[in-house]
């Protein structure tokens, strides 16, 4: 089993769609969650930090369930530039010095279209 | 500010042939990581380096594979004696502190590595 998994898509939505990914890890010690966003031969960048009490930056929220080790990212009113891989990221401690390794889903394909 | 920057973009390699790729960190980040991602694959973990030290070198593939850093900040990787598997886009990121895990990682554009 993955460490994180997370449905490929891709999701093809209208411009103005409201559009939501999810994401499981396995690992029950994992410590920070984030949601990634990379564009075609781009590296990664960092979309939003995932909270246990879900956090919202502008038209994008994430929510975090520890009990089901599920996260979610909500992206309202799509825009053409939203268009991406999103990929879920988790770290898990390391000992006493939890170091931040990421651990990435394979990512999901969101294209919005006019 | 000035991001992380890799170089080379792009390197073409005859098998066989030893590369070094290098990374320069985001200023006064103290943690610096290694990832490669693969045509399909998603982004794998390499090596880690908090200041010069690499606590944790568990995601080297090989021991071809070698990695150094100095003055807690230029790093370089090594690949010697390439091989064609070895064909990916290899990846820099840069942390400001490692107890600081909510802070999340800011990657470098990649070098683009082709074996042939």
């Known amino acids: 089993r993955k460490e994180v998994e997370q449905d490929p898509g891709p999701f093809n939505v209208p411009e103005g769609a409201t559009v939501a990914f999810n994401c499981t890890y396995s690992n029950s010690a994992s410590q920070s969650f984030f949601w990634y966003r990379q564009d075609c031969r781009k590296e990664p960048k960092l979309l939003m930090s995932?909270?246990?009490s879900g956090n919202e930056d502008g038209r994008f929220t994430a929510q975090l369930n520890r009990a089901s080790q599920y996260i979610s990212l909500l992206i309202r009113d799509s825009k053409l530039s939203d268009s991406a891989t999103y990929l879920c990221?988790?770290?898990?401690?390391?000992?006493?010095?939890?170091?931040?390794?990421?651990?990435f889903g394979q990512g999901t394909i969101l294209t919005v279209h006019p | 500010g000035a991001g992380v920057s890799q170089s080379p973009s792009n390197k073409v390699t005859e098998k066989g042939k030893d590369v070094e790729l290098r990374c320069d960190p985001i200023s006064g980040h103290t943690a610096l990581y290694w990832y490669r991602q693969s045509l399909g694959q998603g982004l794998e973990f390499l090596i880690y380096f908090q200041g010069n030290s690499a606590p944790d070198k568990s995601g080297l593939p090989s021991d071809r594979f070698s990695a150094e850093r100095t003055g807690g900040s230029v790093s370089t990787l090594t690949i010697q004696r390439t091989q064609q598997e070895d064909s990916a886009v290899y990846l820099c990121?840069?942390?400001?502190?490692?107890?600081?895990?909510?802070?999340?990682?800011?990657f470098g554009p990649g070098t683009r590595l082709t074996v042939t």
């Open positions: 990221v988790v770290t898990i401690g390391a000992g006493g010095t939890s170091y931040g390794k990421l651990t």
């Open positions: 995932v909270y246990s």
């Open positions: 990121a840069s942390s400001p502190h490692q107890g600081r895990l909510r802070i999340g990682q800011y």
